[in-house]
């Protein structure tokens, strides 16, 4: 690439860079975005200190330094300007993260390791060896990504099933300061279970997050859960749509749907009628075309319990033939 080329190339890269600086303080994906939209904006740090990586080793007092040297400045520089970001965030739009920082290193190596200018290892092998372990932290990296691609395809083709745990990567579609895992024998119904561990906290439970959210057109709600041998628990169901997330007074109690069920020992089937969710806000109809969130909890128990999810799933009026 001539000098000439090589300088408008520059000049667009610091372009960028400075348009993509402002995207990380503001903007980016809400709370409510896909997964995959948001795992992708992640990955937006290890194309941002890519690009300024390169570009930083075509300043001349970089280039005077001996590869070595050029990979300890540049690796060090990469680490406090991460650091610093993240530090910076509080107080903006974007939320600090400390796996930013490592995106933020996995962009400098990927320069570093395969940009021959700066192999300082004579040895063939140390460089196999070198990008061998770079092209393990990016992958690493970008596996949250195609997780998230490949389970939103399969809840796709699993609905009007929203979760019944018979694929590998279900259990992130749920979130909650609960603990959960995935159990293969015992209280299934099907192939496996969600077992959910219910704390003594003011609120302990789960949330389904992300699952297709055009529920129109659909009759009814359906979990199946399972509670071993003890006293009957009552757990709050909660069910909420995107515009209960926006706006000016977001997440109001009485604009979500709230009902209270007793659960007893052994399999229990919870049925919610959508029209009863439909009419349940005070000032508006929740709009079932784009429900957001599915939630179960417990209050203030007394002691930690266990309970079995199964199944959620949709269904429609069965007419008759």
Request: aromatic share 12%; with cysteine; net charge neutral.
């Amino acid at each position: 690439m001539t000098d000439r080329k090589m300088h408008l190339y520059l000049i667009f890269i610091t372009c960028v860079l400075a348009v993509a600086s402002y995207f990380l303080f503001y903007g980016g994906p809400q709370y409510h975005a896909d997964r995959s939209t948001k795992e992708l904006w992640n990955l937006g740090h290890i194309a941002y200190f890519s690009l300024l990586v390169f570009a930083l080793t075509r300043l001349r007092w970089i280039r005077q330094m001996t590869p070595a040297v050029q990979w300890l400045v540049l690796v060090l520089t990469t680490l406090l300007l991460g650091t610093l970001i993240e530090v910076l965030q509080y107080g903006s739009e974007r939320t600090p993260d400390l796996a930013d920082i490592l995106r933020d290193l996995s962009g400098c190596l990927l320069v570093l390791a395969f940009y021959p200018g700066l192999l300082c290892f004579r040895s063939l092998l140390a460089v196999r060896l070198i990008r061998i372990a770079v092209a393990v932290m990016l992958v690493l990296q970008l596996k949250p990504f195609v997780i998230a691609v490949v389970d939103e395809s399969i809840a796709r083709t699993q609905f009007p099933v929203l979760s019944d745990f018979s694929t590998p990567f279900e259990l992130d579609r749920w979130k909650g300061g609960a603990g959960r895992e995935v159990e293969t024998a015992g209280y299934a119904e099907g192939r496996a279970v969600m077992k959910v561990s219910l704390g003594t906290e003011q609120y302990s439970g789960l949330g389904m997050q992300y699952f297709p959210s055009d529920w129109s057109g659909y009759h009814s709600l359906h979990l199946t859960l399972f509670l071993p041998l003890g006293d009957a628990l009552t757990i709050t169901l909660r069910i909420h749509d995107l515009a209960h997330e926006l706006g000016a007074d977001p997440y109001r109690h009485e604009d979500r749907f709230n009902r209270r069920y007793t659960l007893q020992p052994g399999w229990n089937e919870i049925t919610v009628v959508l029209s009863e969710v439909e009419n349940a806000l005070k000032s508006r109809k929740m709009d079932l075309s784009r429900v957001k969130d599915v939630s179960f909890f417990s209050i203030s128990l007394q002691q930690p319990r266990v309970i079995y999810l199964d199944r959620v799933y949709l269904g429609r009026i069965i007419m008759p033939g």
